[in-house]
Structure formats: C-alpha cells, structure tokens
T-cell receptor, first 117, second 117 residues
Framework: AQKITQTQPGMFVQEKEAVTLDCTYD???????LFWYKQPSSGEMIFLIY??????QNATEGRYSLNFQKARKSANLVISASQLGDSAMYFC??????????????FGKGTSLLVTP | DAGVIQSPRHEVTEMGQEVTLRCKPI?????LFWYRQTMMRGLELLIY????????DSGMPEDRFSAKMPNASFSTLKIQPSEPRDSAVYFC???????????????FGPGTRLTVL
C-alpha cells in the first residue's frame, strides 16, 4: 500500500508568489517523521525540512514551512516568495520504525515545480 | 564538513560486466542507505546498514546485487552481472540516530548515474 501520496505531478508558480505542494501519508505508527527533499535538474537530493509526529508546532526553515495537519495526515510544503532556483522536483518522505529496530524512509512520487518569471 | 561522497558519478558499462559503486558516508553517521531511482519506480530503498551491519536488504532486487560496509567510512554496492534494466541513478545516504537534537535526517550523496548497454 502506498504510504506517501503526492497528488500534484506538476505545478506552476510565478516568481515571488507562494506555492503549496501537497503530501498525505498513511501510517498506524504513533511515532514517525516527515521530510521534504528537493531534487533540481542536476540530480542531487537536497534535504529541506523535517516534521516529527510529536512536534507541537509546524516546522519552518527560511522560506520553507510545513503545514502539518496530523488528524488529516497531511504534511504540505509551503514555499514563500518563490525564486527561479526553486524549479525542481520535490519529494515528500515518511520515516517509520521497523520491527527489527531499524527504520524505513518511504518516498512519494514527487511534484515537479516550475517557477516562471 | 564534507557531505556524502559517491563515486563514480557516471558509469557506462556493457551488459554482463561487473559494476561497483562506492560511498563514503558523513563522518559520525551510523546509518547508511542505498537507493535506486528510476522514472518508472521512483526512489526505492535497496538496503541499509546500521553500525556497518546490514539490517534490511529486502529491497535488493536480485542476487546479482550485493552490498558491503567493511568499515564506518566506506560502503560498496556491486552488480554482477549487470543488465540494461539496472540502468538508474543510485544514491547513497547516511544519517545518525540518537544524537541529542538530531532528527535522523538522511543526507544524500550526489548519486551515480549507471547506464548498462
């Protein structure tokens, strides 16, 4: 079963505007973590922001913020004041604990964001 | 601090040849992960290590794939013999768990783009 769902294959936003990238997740584990990564055309995976399931406040990192709605199991990424350099693929991921004391990181299929002048 | 280092960045080989991908994790990180990324399947976890010990290799597609971590600063992913369907970008990532204030974020290397002809 798919654990992370990103329903927007592609998004457009005008420079300097804000944009929200959607992410919903599915887990029965009370302890989990949610991550967003950026993958520009050069291919590297860049960590952006983290939200723990027990965190009381929404995470923020500069122009990135995470709109965490636990009851709805959503963890949307908000990028404020978009820049041309924000054009990239964005992946939502969830960390879950495993029985063997390890953990897995499940990735969504990604959203391609294009920032236009 | 240096990030995760992977080599080679690009590899082109012929079907049937042995391929070895290398990874140096971030110093002090005790988890190491190997992922494969394709257009069709997205990001897939192949195997991960904790303190140099393989914990979960259920994502390794076939016996042709093997991974080792002889010490805390080096890991290899080997494909023997390689096939065209192995063509993908292979990422190595590392993280730490349990350090005060750490969120066990996985930091990715730049990836190795493998093409098997």
């Amino acid at each position: 079963a798919q654990k992370i769902t990103q329903t927007q294959p592609g998004m457009f936003v005008q420079e300097k505007e804000a944009v929200t990238l959607d992410c919903t997740y599915d887990t029965s584990d009370p302890s989990y973590g949610l991550f967003w990564y950026k993958q520009p055309s050069s291919g590297e995976m860049i960590f952006l922001i983290y939200q723990g399931s027990y965190d009381q406040q929404n995470a923020t990192e500069g122009r990135y913020s995470l709109n965490f709605q636990k009851a709805r199991k959503s963890a949307n990424l908000v990028i404020s004041a978009s820049q041309l350099g924000d054009s990239a693929m964005y992946f939502c991921a969830m960390r879950e604990a495993l029985e063997n004391s390890g953990y897995a990181l499940n990735f969504g299929k990604g959203t391609s964001l294009l920032v236009t002048p | 601090d240096a990030g995760v280092i992977q080599s080679p960045r690009h590899e082109v080989t012929e079907m049937g040849q042995e391929v070895t991908l290398r990874c140096k994790p971030i110093s002090g990180h005790d988890y190491l992960f190997w992922y494969r990324q394709t257009m069709m399947r997205g990001l897939e976890l192949l195997i991960y290590f904790n303190n140099n010990v393989p914990i979960d290799d259920s994502g390794m597609p076939e016996d042709r794939f093997s991974a080792k971590m002889p010490n805390a600063s080096f890991s290899t992913l080997k494909i023997q013999p390689s096939e065209p369907r192995d063509s993908a970008v292979y990422f190595c990532a590392s993280s730490s768990l349990g350090l005060a204030g750490d969120t066990d974020t996985q930091y990715f290397g730049p990836g190795t783009r493998l093409t098997v002809l």
